[in-house]
């Protein structure tokens, strides 16, 4: 015969609420979760989900929504985000949207709450307000990451978009190159928005004028990096510096200059952004924005498992996380020139 929660409580040598505090996610002593947990694996005790859900009304799923599964931010956090909320008993939905079709967002969140999942992580590259009101009207818990939306109303793990690109962009000066080209997504989008605008402040602070032909922006795909990439080296002057703002930017800046035979940083000095794997492996190896996508992950599920759980039912929150810069060998000194 399968073993009871009962069997659970006798062999850890709890009360059966205690159980049953603790498989539906509550907060225990940390010396009865140890029990609690050792007895479940001597018992091989397997949580009946169905019933469990009648009982509580819960589904004990959450939704995961990110712009595309080809996308490296979105997936790249979402390990992190499953084996976090899985310790606390979640098994998680996860979906992708257009982000080229404004009804995409909604459709797909739509479909998340019909099935009735207890939180949602997203991803919101163009969520509109009016796309949340069915979440917000049920009560269903949402954290944003990457972007930040309806602040007052839903959590939100970002990381602080225009400090890291200030930096980036102030490395660059501090090796002497004025002319500094910037491939980034669409404008209207707010983390766009920020890393253009510590662009902007770099070349401000050290007196450079902006240039607009030197901005290179359409949307967050290779194919956009690649063709940002021909329009700054096909200019009269093209730029003696390149900083890609994302995964799929990089990879398609990189796969033009390769075609090209343009040698890093002999003929341009390079930053790119997100991915360390591609950083390294490339000769020279890459400076390179790096996000903590660990701890993006990590805080959006605690977030989210907060609300759930009904831990914390205050305001929104947001929790902005710092990125760093991963020093390479693709950026040329120029400053004594």
């Given at each position: 015969?399968?073993?009871t ?5 006798r ?21 009865n ?8 694996r ?14 509580t009304?819960?589904?004990m ?7 595309s599964?080809?996308?490296y931010f979105?997936?790249?956090i979402l390990?992190t985000i499953?084996?976090?909320?899985f ?18 967002a ?6 998340l709450?019909?099935?009735?999942v ?9 969520v ?5 009101e069915r ?15 309806g602040e007052?109303l839903?959590?939100?793990?970002v990381i602080?978009?225009?400090d ?9 000066i501090?090796f002497?190159?004025?002319r ?7 404008s ?8 253009i605008?510590g ?15 030197l901005?290179h922006?359409?949307?967050v795909?290779e194919?956009?990096?690649y063709?940002?990439m021909k ?7 093209p ?5 890609t ?11 033009y ?6 040698r ?7 930053v790119?952004?997100?991915n360390?794997t ?5 000769h020279p ?24 759980s ?12 710092k990125a ?5 060998a ?5 400053s004594?020139?």
């Open positions: 015969m399968s073993s929660i009962k069997d659970v409580a062999r850890a040598g709890v009360s059966i609420a205690t159980v049953s505090k603790f498989i539906n996610g509550g907060n225990v002593l940390d010396e979760r140890l029990s609690i947990e050792a007895a479940v001597e018992l091989n005790y397997q949580v009946n989900t169905v019933a469990r859900g009648m009982k009304r819960k589904s799923t959450v939704g995961v929504l990110i712009p599964l080809a996308d979105g997936v790249s390990a499953d084996s976090e909320l310790k606390h008993g979640y098994s998680t939905i996860i979906c992708d949207y257009s982000e080229n079709d404004t009804e995409s909604r459709t797909k969140l739509e479909f709450l019909n099935k009735q207890d939180g949602i992580i997203m991803q919101p590259i163009n509109k307000i009016s796309d949340l979440a917000e009207s049920q009560n269903t818990p949402i954290v944003f990451v990457d972007v930040m939306v007052d839903f959590d939100s793990v602080n978009n225009t890291i690109t200030r930096q980036i962009t102030q490395h660059l501090h002497g190159h004025r500094i080209g910037l491939i980034s997504g669409a209207g989008i707010l983390t766009t928005d920020d890393r605008a662009y902007k402040k770099a070349l401000d602070m050290a007196g450079i004028p902006f240039v607009q032909e901005l922006q359409v949307n795909s194919e956009s990096g063709s940002g329009h700054l080296m096909d200019l009269p002057e730029p003696t510096a390149v900083f703002t994302g995964h799929d930017l990089m990879a398609g800046a990189l796969m200059m390769n075609e090209k035979g343009l890093i940083p002999e003929d341009i000095s390079f790119g952004f997100e360390q591609i950083a390294r492996i490339y190896k890459l400076t390179i924005g790096v996000q903590p996508i660990k701890k993006i992950g990590l805080t959006a599920a605690t977030m989210l498992v907060e609300r759930m009904g831990g914390y039912k205050g305001a929104g929150r947001l929790v902005q996380l760093s810069i991963d020093y390479g693709s950026v040329l000194d120029r004594m020139e």
